[in-house]
């Protein structure tokens, strides 16, 4: 009997199917395996199959976390996607290789000044709030252009345009915009897609997808 396929390769397979509907390579597409909640024991099996891309949205539980995984590790990405508060800026550049969240000007203030004091420039995402719901975070659309030039004036690397749509609701309208946004922006990055929608994400562009429960299970 054949060994089934694990969660990774599962994931990894049907990346790999959106990109053949879609016309795309899959080496354009970033798995990013959120291990947010989730112990080092967990983690430990995704590192063993070769995963090496990893978000956690607080960094106080990351910092907690991957030190110890990286030396065992040094390969490994790590994408902050969770909402920033200014004041961990410095802490945020210092750790992670990637930042999905960046929305406001204040966020782009403090994350300049900690890329020059620190010498890092971590590539950063700006988050678009698509379905103009203020809790989630995001930048509103109308005021994208301008963050993008003050994100440039402070030297921040703009990886590209990030989302996380309305929940319940088909998100294909919201990920066909963020593409077209990063496209009229000239923004290679579009984060989008989650254990959800996913696969529909990657139809549409999506070049990192950011997949917890797929992965690891229903969290605590
Ligand atoms: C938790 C989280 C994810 C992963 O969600 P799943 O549904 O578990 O795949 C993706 N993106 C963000 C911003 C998250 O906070």
């Not at 000007?105 to 020059?116: E, I």
């Not at 890092?120 to 989630?136: A, I, L, T």
């Not at 996380?164 to 077209?180: C, S, V």
């Amino acid at each position: 009997m054949e060994k089934a396929d694990t969660p990774l390769q599962q994931v990894q397979a049907n990346i790999a199917q959106a990109c053949k509907i879609a016309r795309r390579d899959p080496g354009e597409v970033t798995l990013v395996a959120v291990s947010k909640t989730h112990p080092a024991d967990a983690i430990q099996p995704l590192l063993i199959e070769g995963q090496r891309h990893f978000g956690e949205n607080r960094v106080q539980e990351a910092q907690a976390k991957w030190p110890v995984l990286r030396e065992e590790y040094p390969a490994v990405q790590l994408h902050l996607i969770g909402q920033l508060q200014s004041n961990k800026a410095e802490d945020a550049v210092a750790l992670f290789d990637a930042i999905h969240s960046l929305d406001r000007p204040s966020l782009v203030k403090a994350l300049g000044k900690a890329m020059d004091k620190t010498g890092r420039r971590v590539p950063c995402f700006v988050q678009v709030d698509v379905g103009e719901e203020e809790q989630k975070g995001g930048c509103p659309i109308a005021e994208l252009p301008a963050l993008l030039d003050q994100a440039r004036e402070a030297d921040i690397p703009v990886a590209g345009l990030m989302c996380i749509p309305p929940f319940e609701i088909e998100p294909t309208p919201f990920f066909a915009l963020l593409d077209k946004l990063a496209r009229d922006h000239g923004l290679e990055g579009r984060s989008m897609g989650m254990s959800g929608d996913y696969e529909t994400a990657v139809k549409l562009g999506a070049t990192h997808v950011r997949v917890g429960t797929a992965l690891f299970g229903k969290r605590g």
